[in-house]
């Protein structure tokens, strides 16, 4: 501890944060007063504008700033290849990687019995309204290599039952991974090896 309230406070909200604990919090905090021009200040601007700001894509569920999100928009990026992925963090890391270039699909999660997730709780319904909308060809499966990422990619290849290409990641994805712990030569090695489904 500081000892200093607000300077404690300020720890304690930074311990919370994923990846940091106590440690690289006071750390962190004491950095950035050493900093306070050159990192305090700005990240607090940018902290206060992006909590104003970011927002769910209406189309894809990316996080982004705006209603629909900038690669929702590009014109480049409709190739009619749809990338199906859990989480906005792997959708992150296959963007880090720079390997696909097509548009995504965030479904936010998995089918679950066990946790009663469905399909109208999942973007499953609004991913299949998109493949005629969007004229796509080419669904891309990246779904975590877990028993319910496994279960929802077959839900999804029987919901679209042979109307587009149906393909999924290569299994360079260990069990249990996500896509986010994986480094950008794992990531690309396994888009070019998609297989059919
Ligand atoms: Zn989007």
């Not at 900093?35 to 104003?52: F, G, I, Q, S």
């Not at 929802?152 to 994805?173: E, K, N, P, W």
């Amino acid at each position: 501890m500081s000892s200093n309230r607000d300077i404690d406070a300020l720890i304690d909200m930074m311990a919370k944060l994923p990846g940091l604990g106590p440690r690289s919090a006071r750390r962190a905090v004491l950095h950035l007063i050493r900093k306070r021009e050159l990192r305090m200040t700005p990240l607090a601007d940018l902290m206060h504008t992006v909590a104003a700001t970011a927002r769910e894509c209406g189309n894809c569920g990316n996080i982004g700033t705006e209603d629909i999100c900038d690669i929702c928009t590009s014109e480049k990026r409709a190739n009619g290849m749809i990338c199906v992925v859990e989480d906005v963090a792997d959708l992150w890391a296959m963007e880090r990687s720079g390997v696909f270039k097509g548009r995504y699909h965030v479904l936010g999660g998995t089918l679950s019995a066990l946790d009663h997730v469905g399909p109208d709780e999942l973007r499953i319904p609004h991913l299949l309204n998109r493949i005629e909308a969007e004229d796509v060809t080419e669904v891309i499966l990246a779904l975590n290599a877990t028993v319910d990422g496994q279960t929802t990619a077959h839900y999804i290849a029987d919901q679209l039952d042979g109307r587009v290409r149906l393909t999924s990641l290569a299994q360079g994805v260990p069990i249990g991974g996500e896509l986010d712990y994986l480094d950008d030569g794992t990531i690309t090695a396994a888009l070019n090896a998609r297989k059919t489904l």
